[in-house]
Protein backbone atom coordinates (compact mmCIF):
# COMPACT_ATOMS: atom_id res chain seq x y z
CA UNK A 1 0.00 0.00 0.00
CA UNK A 2 2.81 2.25 1.01
CA UNK A 3 4.57 2.27 -1.97
CA UNK A 4 1.78 4.05 -3.74
CA UNK A 5 2.53 6.82 -1.91
CA UNK A 6 5.68 8.86 -3.94
CA UNK A 7 7.27 12.06 -3.61
CA UNK A 8 5.53 15.25 -2.71
CA UNK A 9 5.22 17.10 -5.82
CA UNK A 10 2.75 20.27 -5.07
CA UNK A 11 1.67 22.47 -7.97
CA UNK A 12 2.81 25.39 -8.48
CA UNK A 13 0.36 28.44 -7.51
CA UNK A 14 0.51 31.80 -7.73
CA UNK A 15 -1.21 32.98 -4.04
CA UNK A 16 -3.57 36.02 -4.58
CA UNK A 17 -5.86 35.20 -2.36
CA UNK A 18 -6.30 36.29 1.57
CA UNK A 19 -3.29 34.20 2.74
CA UNK A 20 -1.16 32.40 2.33
CA UNK A 21 1.29 34.59 0.14
CA UNK A 22 3.66 33.14 -1.97
CA UNK A 23 7.00 32.80 0.55
CA UNK A 24 10.48 34.47 -0.36
CA UNK A 25 12.82 32.69 -2.19
CA UNK A 26 15.60 33.72 0.72
CA UNK A 27 12.94 32.08 3.76
CA UNK A 28 13.03 28.64 1.93
CA UNK A 29 17.03 29.01 1.69
CA UNK A 30 16.88 29.65 5.45
CA UNK A 31 14.71 26.73 6.56
CA UNK A 32 17.16 24.81 4.49
CA UNK A 33 19.64 25.05 7.30
CA UNK A 34 20.38 22.70 10.10
CA UNK A 35 18.22 23.03 13.55
CA UNK A 36 20.09 23.56 16.95
CA UNK A 37 17.25 22.42 20.36
CA UNK A 38 14.96 24.67 21.44
CA UNK A 39 16.95 25.95 24.64
CA UNK A 40 20.34 26.19 22.47
CA UNK A 41 22.05 29.17 23.23
CA UNK A 42 21.85 30.11 19.45
CA UNK A 43 17.95 29.57 19.22
CA UNK A 44 17.87 32.68 22.13
CA UNK A 45 19.90 34.45 19.58
CA UNK A 46 17.68 34.20 16.91
CA UNK A 47 14.88 34.83 18.75
CA UNK A 48 16.60 38.00 19.74
CA UNK A 49 16.98 39.17 16.24
CA UNK A 50 13.46 37.95 15.62
CA UNK A 51 12.43 40.18 18.70
CA UNK A 52 13.85 43.21 17.64
CA UNK A 53 13.13 42.84 13.97
CA UNK A 54 9.11 42.72 14.97
CA UNK A 55 9.64 45.84 16.68
CA UNK A 56 10.60 47.86 13.51
CA UNK A 57 8.09 46.40 11.82
CA UNK A 58 5.29 46.82 14.21
CA UNK A 59 6.48 50.22 14.87
CA UNK A 60 7.08 50.01 18.79
CA UNK A 61 9.77 49.77 21.59
CA UNK A 62 7.54 47.36 23.48
CA UNK A 63 10.03 45.05 25.32
CA UNK A 64 7.49 42.22 25.15
CA UNK A 65 7.38 41.59 21.33
CA UNK A 66 7.10 37.73 20.21
CA UNK A 67 6.96 34.68 18.04
CA UNK A 68 4.50 32.82 19.55
CA UNK A 69 4.12 29.08 18.39
CA UNK A 70 0.96 28.65 16.23
CA UNK A 71 -1.11 30.85 13.86
CA UNK A 72 -2.69 34.48 13.72
CA UNK A 73 -5.31 32.36 15.76
CA UNK A 74 -2.88 31.36 17.91
CA UNK A 75 -2.24 35.26 18.68
CA UNK A 76 -5.76 36.23 18.90
CA UNK A 77 -5.98 33.80 21.88
CA UNK A 78 -3.00 34.72 23.67
CA UNK A 79 -4.15 38.20 23.82
CA UNK A 80 -7.92 37.55 24.61
CA UNK A 81 -6.79 34.78 26.85
CA UNK A 82 -4.61 36.73 29.08
CA UNK A 83 -6.78 40.04 28.69
CA UNK A 84 -10.29 38.71 29.45
CA UNK A 85 -11.00 37.96 32.80
CA UNK A 86 -14.82 36.70 34.02
CA UNK A 87 -16.89 38.91 34.67
CA UNK A 88 -15.00 42.11 33.35
CA UNK A 89 -16.55 43.82 30.22
CA UNK A 90 -14.63 43.34 27.15
CA UNK A 91 -15.79 45.63 24.40
CA UNK A 92 -15.17 44.62 20.37
CA UNK A 93 -16.02 46.69 17.20
CA UNK A 94 -17.48 43.99 15.20
CA UNK A 95 -17.88 45.00 11.48
CA UNK A 96 -16.70 41.34 10.08
CA UNK A 97 -15.93 37.95 10.76
CA UNK A 98 -12.71 38.14 13.01
CA UNK A 99 -14.72 40.33 15.22
CA UNK A 100 -16.65 37.58 15.34
CA UNK A 101 -13.95 35.03 16.07
CA UNK A 102 -12.61 37.25 18.98
CA UNK A 103 -15.92 37.51 20.13
CA UNK A 104 -16.18 33.89 21.07
CA UNK A 105 -12.58 34.01 21.96
CA UNK A 106 -13.81 36.17 25.03
CA UNK A 107 -17.37 34.59 25.86
CA UNK A 108 -15.07 31.21 25.88
CA UNK A 109 -12.59 33.05 28.58
CA UNK A 110 -16.48 34.13 30.30
CA UNK A 111 -16.03 37.96 29.89
CA UNK A 112 -19.25 40.16 29.72
CA UNK A 113 -19.17 40.93 26.15
CA UNK A 114 -20.57 44.19 25.06
CA UNK A 115 -20.62 44.83 20.93
CA UNK A 116 -20.83 47.76 18.55
CA UNK A 117 -21.88 46.67 15.03
CA UNK A 118 -22.02 48.00 11.60
CA UNK A 119 -22.50 45.89 8.58
CA UNK A 120 -19.36 43.71 7.22
CA UNK A 121 -16.86 46.20 5.33
CA UNK A 122 -18.03 49.32 7.17
CA UNK A 123 -15.95 51.37 9.33
CA UNK A 124 -16.40 52.81 12.84
CA UNK A 125 -16.30 57.08 12.90
CA UNK A 126 -14.09 58.68 15.35
CA UNK A 127 -17.47 59.32 17.47
CA UNK A 128 -19.53 56.09 16.97
CA UNK A 129 -16.15 54.40 18.44
CA UNK A 130 -15.33 56.66 21.43
CA UNK A 131 -19.35 57.05 22.42
CA UNK A 132 -19.61 53.81 22.63
CA UNK A 133 -16.27 53.07 24.58
CA UNK A 134 -17.18 56.31 26.89
CA UNK A 135 -19.97 54.92 27.33
CA UNK A 136 -19.67 51.25 28.53
CA UNK A 137 -16.28 51.59 30.17
CA UNK A 138 -14.70 48.31 29.35
CA UNK A 139 -11.68 46.91 30.65
CA UNK A 140 -10.58 45.73 27.25
CA UNK A 141 -11.23 46.76 23.79
CA UNK A 142 -10.68 44.86 20.77
CA UNK A 143 -10.90 45.98 16.98
CA UNK A 144 -9.72 44.36 13.63
CA UNK A 145 -7.09 46.86 11.71
CA UNK A 146 -7.25 45.00 8.69
CA UNK A 147 -10.26 42.70 8.54
CA UNK A 148 -9.26 39.89 5.96
CA UNK A 149 -13.39 39.41 5.60
CA UNK A 150 -14.32 42.35 4.07
CA UNK A 151 -11.16 43.73 2.31
CA UNK A 152 -11.50 47.11 4.73
CA UNK A 153 -9.08 49.07 7.50
CA UNK A 154 -10.19 50.61 10.35
CA UNK A 155 -8.63 53.34 12.18
CA UNK A 156 -7.01 53.18 15.69
CA UNK A 157 -6.38 56.51 17.30
CA UNK A 158 -10.03 57.31 18.16
CA UNK A 159 -10.28 53.98 19.90
CA UNK A 160 -7.04 54.01 22.07
CA UNK A 161 -7.76 57.26 22.76
CA UNK A 162 -11.21 56.33 24.34
CA UNK A 163 -10.08 53.36 25.44
CA UNK A 164 -7.26 54.60 27.80
CA UNK A 165 -9.67 57.67 28.86
CA UNK A 166 -11.62 54.80 30.74
CA UNK A 167 -8.51 52.80 31.78
CA UNK A 168 -9.21 50.36 29.59
CA UNK A 169 -6.63 48.61 27.36
CA UNK A 170 -6.84 47.92 23.15
CA UNK A 171 -5.97 44.83 21.38
CA UNK A 172 -5.99 44.95 17.95
CA UNK A 173 -5.81 42.28 14.93
CA UNK A 174 -3.02 43.20 12.48
CA UNK A 175 -2.82 39.92 10.65
CA UNK A 176 -3.19 41.21 7.28
CA UNK A 177 -1.97 44.68 7.47
CA UNK A 178 1.22 43.83 9.08
CA UNK A 179 4.26 44.15 6.61
CA UNK A 180 2.12 45.52 4.03
CA UNK A 181 0.54 48.89 5.47
CA UNK A 182 1.24 50.84 8.47
CA UNK A 183 0.86 49.56 11.70
CA UNK A 184 2.60 51.83 13.93
CA UNK A 185 1.45 50.79 17.68
CA UNK A 186 3.13 52.51 19.47
CA UNK A 187 2.13 55.82 17.84
CA UNK A 188 -1.63 54.73 17.63
CA UNK A 189 -1.62 53.51 21.07
CA UNK A 190 -2.31 49.91 20.85
CA UNK A 191 -1.58 47.81 23.77
CA UNK A 192 -1.33 44.20 22.38
CA UNK A 193 -1.50 43.83 18.80
CA UNK A 194 -0.96 40.39 16.86
CA UNK A 195 -0.28 39.18 13.27
CA UNK A 196 0.90 35.78 11.60
CA UNK A 197 3.85 34.87 8.55
CA UNK A 198 1.91 33.93 6.07
CA UNK A 199 0.36 37.06 4.52
CA UNK A 200 2.34 40.68 4.57
CA UNK A 201 5.45 38.77 5.80
CA UNK A 202 5.65 35.94 3.15
CA UNK A 203 6.55 33.31 5.58
CA UNK A 204 4.80 30.15 6.04
CA UNK A 205 2.10 30.05 8.57
CA UNK A 206 3.21 28.65 11.86
CA UNK A 207 4.09 31.74 14.08
CA UNK A 208 2.31 34.58 15.47
CA UNK A 209 3.96 38.24 16.26
CA UNK A 210 2.72 39.70 19.54
CA UNK A 211 3.24 42.52 20.82
CA UNK A 212 2.35 43.88 24.51
CA UNK A 213 2.70 47.66 25.97
CA UNK A 214 4.86 48.15 29.37
CA UNK A 215 1.17 49.15 30.50
CA UNK A 216 -0.70 46.06 29.24
CA UNK A 217 2.19 43.62 30.90
CA UNK A 218 1.50 45.85 34.57
CA UNK A 219 -2.01 45.21 33.96
CA UNK A 220 -0.97 40.83 33.43
CA UNK A 221 1.54 40.60 36.14
CA UNK A 222 -0.92 42.24 38.69
CA UNK A 223 -3.91 39.41 37.60
CA UNK A 224 -5.39 37.97 40.52
CA UNK A 225 -5.12 34.21 39.58
CA UNK A 226 -3.52 32.73 36.42
CA UNK A 227 -5.05 32.54 33.00
CA UNK A 228 -7.36 29.87 32.01
CA UNK A 229 -4.93 29.10 29.32
CA UNK A 230 -1.85 27.47 29.76
CA UNK A 231 0.20 26.77 26.46
CA UNK A 232 -0.37 31.11 25.79
CA UNK A 233 0.24 31.83 29.06
CA UNK A 234 2.52 34.96 28.06
CA UNK A 235 3.66 35.82 31.57
CA UNK A 236 5.27 31.72 31.27
CA UNK A 237 6.62 32.81 27.33
CA UNK A 238 8.31 35.85 28.97
CA UNK A 239 10.47 33.41 31.24
CA UNK A 240 10.60 31.48 28.02
CA UNK A 241 12.03 33.94 25.40
CA UNK A 242 13.20 36.83 27.29
CA UNK A 243 13.59 35.81 30.77
CA UNK A 244 15.23 32.87 32.42
CA UNK A 245 14.55 30.87 29.40
CA UNK A 246 13.24 28.23 31.61
CA UNK A 247 12.13 25.72 29.14
CA UNK A 248 7.93 25.71 28.22
CA UNK A 249 7.38 24.49 25.23
CA UNK A 250 9.19 22.86 22.00
CA UNK A 251 9.50 26.11 19.56
CA UNK A 252 9.69 25.36 16.34
CA UNK A 253 13.17 26.17 15.46
CA UNK A 254 12.94 26.48 11.38
CA UNK A 255 9.74 28.65 11.73
CA UNK A 256 12.15 30.95 13.46
CA UNK A 257 14.90 30.84 10.82
CA UNK A 258 12.35 31.11 8.38
CA UNK A 259 10.65 34.71 10.47
CA UNK A 260 13.83 35.83 11.04
CA UNK A 261 14.70 35.78 7.15
CA UNK A 262 11.50 36.91 5.89
CA UNK A 263 11.75 40.08 8.35
CA UNK A 264 15.69 40.69 6.82
CA UNK A 265 14.10 41.41 3.74
CA UNK A 266 11.35 43.59 4.84
CA UNK A 267 13.65 45.58 7.05
CA UNK A 268 16.14 45.88 3.58
CA UNK A 269 13.59 46.91 1.51
CA UNK A 270 12.77 49.43 3.79
CA UNK A 271 8.74 50.29 5.45
CA UNK A 272 7.91 53.29 3.84
CA UNK A 273 8.94 51.35 0.16
CA UNK A 274 7.12 48.38 1.23
CA UNK A 275 4.34 50.00 2.17
CA UNK A 276 4.28 52.27 -1.37
CA UNK A 277 4.81 49.22 -3.02
CA UNK A 278 1.72 47.36 -1.80
CA UNK A 279 -0.34 50.85 -2.50
CA UNK A 280 1.28 51.12 -6.04
CA UNK A 281 -0.13 47.79 -7.23
CA UNK A 282 -3.74 47.96 -4.89
CA UNK A 283 -4.27 51.34 -6.81
CA UNK A 284 -3.40 49.87 -10.33
CA UNK A 285 -4.86 46.52 -9.43
CA UNK A 286 -8.23 49.12 -8.49
CA UNK A 287 -7.81 50.81 -11.72
CA UNK A 288 -7.59 47.47 -14.02
CA UNK A 289 -10.85 46.09 -11.63
CA UNK A 290 -13.10 49.46 -12.48
CA UNK A 291 -12.49 49.70 -16.16
CA UNK A 292 -13.91 46.40 -16.37
CA UNK A 293 -16.65 47.41 -15.46
CA UNK A 294 -16.58 45.62 -11.65
CA UNK A 295 -17.33 47.98 -8.18
CA UNK A 296 -15.65 47.53 -4.68
CA UNK A 297 -17.03 46.69 -1.74
CA UNK A 298 -15.29 49.01 0.37
CA UNK A 299 -15.40 52.97 0.32
CA UNK A 300 -12.08 54.12 -1.45
CA UNK A 301 -10.12 55.82 1.73
CA UNK A 302 -10.73 52.65 3.70
CA UNK A 303 -9.82 49.93 1.27
CA UNK A 304 -7.21 47.80 2.61
CA UNK A 305 -3.88 47.71 0.43
CA UNK A 306 -2.86 44.01 0.61
CA UNK A 307 -6.74 43.02 0.27
CA UNK A 308 -8.73 43.66 -2.49
CA UNK A 309 -12.91 42.93 -2.49
CA UNK A 310 -14.32 44.06 -5.89
CA UNK A 311 -18.27 42.77 -5.85
CA UNK A 312 -18.99 39.62 -8.49
CA UNK A 313 -21.73 41.11 -11.68
CA UNK A 314 -24.75 40.08 -11.00
CA UNK A 315 -25.30 36.77 -12.52
CA UNK A 316 -22.23 35.46 -12.54
CA UNK A 317 -21.12 32.67 -10.41
CA UNK A 318 -17.77 33.70 -8.10
CA UNK A 319 -16.62 29.87 -8.03
CA UNK A 320 -16.71 28.91 -11.34
CA UNK A 321 -14.62 31.90 -11.90
CA UNK A 322 -12.08 31.34 -9.33
CA UNK A 323 -12.21 27.20 -10.46
CA UNK A 324 -11.35 28.80 -14.32
CA UNK A 325 -8.37 31.18 -12.45
CA UNK A 326 -6.81 28.17 -10.77
CA UNK A 327 -7.40 25.11 -13.36
CA UNK A 328 -5.73 27.61 -16.52
CA UNK A 329 -3.54 30.05 -15.03
CA UNK A 330 -2.75 28.17 -11.00
CA UNK A 331 -3.67 31.65 -9.52
CA UNK A 332 -5.99 31.19 -6.50
CA UNK A 333 -8.49 33.91 -5.49
CA UNK A 334 -11.00 33.61 -2.83
CA UNK A 335 -14.35 34.51 -2.74
CA UNK A 336 -16.68 35.78 -0.24
CA UNK A 337 -18.13 34.48 3.13
CA UNK A 338 -20.74 34.62 5.71
CA UNK A 339 -23.11 37.40 4.52
CA UNK A 340 -20.35 38.44 1.45
CA UNK A 341 -21.00 34.77 0.49
CA UNK A 342 -21.07 35.19 -3.42
CA UNK A 343 -20.91 38.69 -3.14
CA UNK A 344 -17.46 40.20 -4.10
CA UNK A 345 -14.09 37.99 -4.64
CA UNK A 346 -10.79 38.52 -2.24
CA UNK A 347 -7.86 39.12 -3.68
CA UNK A 348 -4.77 39.42 -1.81
CA UNK A 349 -1.46 41.31 -2.70
CA UNK A 350 0.62 40.63 -0.10
CA UNK A 351 4.45 40.18 0.12
CA UNK A 352 6.06 38.92 -2.38
CA UNK A 353 2.85 38.02 -4.21
CA UNK A 354 2.41 41.84 -4.22
CA UNK A 355 4.18 42.74 -7.67
CA UNK A 356 3.27 44.78 -10.93
CA UNK A 357 3.51 41.56 -12.82
CA UNK A 358 0.78 39.51 -10.71
CA UNK A 359 -1.51 42.28 -10.97
CA UNK A 360 -1.56 42.45 -14.68
CA UNK A 361 -1.74 38.89 -14.95
CA UNK A 362 -4.52 38.60 -12.67
CA UNK A 363 -6.05 41.10 -14.25
CA UNK A 364 -5.32 39.18 -18.00
CA UNK A 365 -6.49 35.81 -15.96
CA UNK A 366 -9.91 37.33 -14.64
CA UNK A 367 -10.97 39.22 -17.56
CA UNK A 368 -11.08 35.80 -19.94
CA UNK A 369 -12.35 33.58 -16.82
CA UNK A 370 -15.25 35.98 -16.75
CA UNK A 371 -15.69 36.42 -20.56
CA UNK A 372 -16.33 32.39 -20.29
CA UNK A 373 -18.83 33.13 -17.76
CA UNK A 374 -21.26 34.90 -19.89
CA UNK A 375 -19.80 38.49 -18.35
CA UNK A 376 -19.27 41.38 -21.11
CA UNK A 377 -16.04 43.94 -19.64
CA UNK A 378 -16.69 47.45 -19.93
CA UNK A 379 -13.25 47.86 -20.42
CA UNK A 380 -9.85 46.43 -20.74
CA UNK A 381 -8.38 45.99 -16.96
CA UNK A 382 -4.90 45.06 -18.51
CA UNK A 383 -4.82 48.62 -20.26
CA UNK A 384 -6.25 50.74 -17.33
CA UNK A 385 -3.65 49.04 -14.60
CA UNK A 386 -0.93 49.66 -17.65
CA UNK A 387 -1.80 53.19 -18.06
CA UNK A 388 -1.59 53.38 -14.03
CA UNK A 389 1.66 51.99 -13.44
CA UNK A 390 2.80 54.14 -16.86
CA UNK A 391 1.78 57.22 -15.14
CA UNK A 392 3.06 56.30 -11.35
CA UNK A 393 5.98 54.71 -11.88
CA UNK A 394 7.90 53.04 -9.31
Known sequence: MFDQIGSLCPPRRILLGPGPSNVEPRVYEAMRTPIVGHLDPYFFE??????????????????????????????????VANFAEPGEKFAVLANGYFCDRITEMARRYRAEVVRLEKPWGEPFSEEEASSFILRERPKVVAFVHAETSTGARQDGAAICRAAHEVGALVIADCVTSLGGMPVEVDATGIDIAYSCTQKGLSCPPGLAPLTVSGRAMEVLRARQGVPRTWYLDLKMLDDYYQGAHRYHHTAPITMFYALREALRVVVEEGLEARWQRHRRNHLGLVAGLEAMGLKMHVAEPYRLWVLNTPCV????????????????????IFGGFGPLAGK??????????????NVLLLLEALEGAMRAEGYKPAGSGVEAAESFFAAHAA
Open 344 to 357: VFRIGLMGASSTQG
Open 313 to 332: PEGIDDARVRRRLIESHGIE
Open 46 to 79: VAEDVRKLLQVVFGTRNEFTVAISGTGSAGMEAA
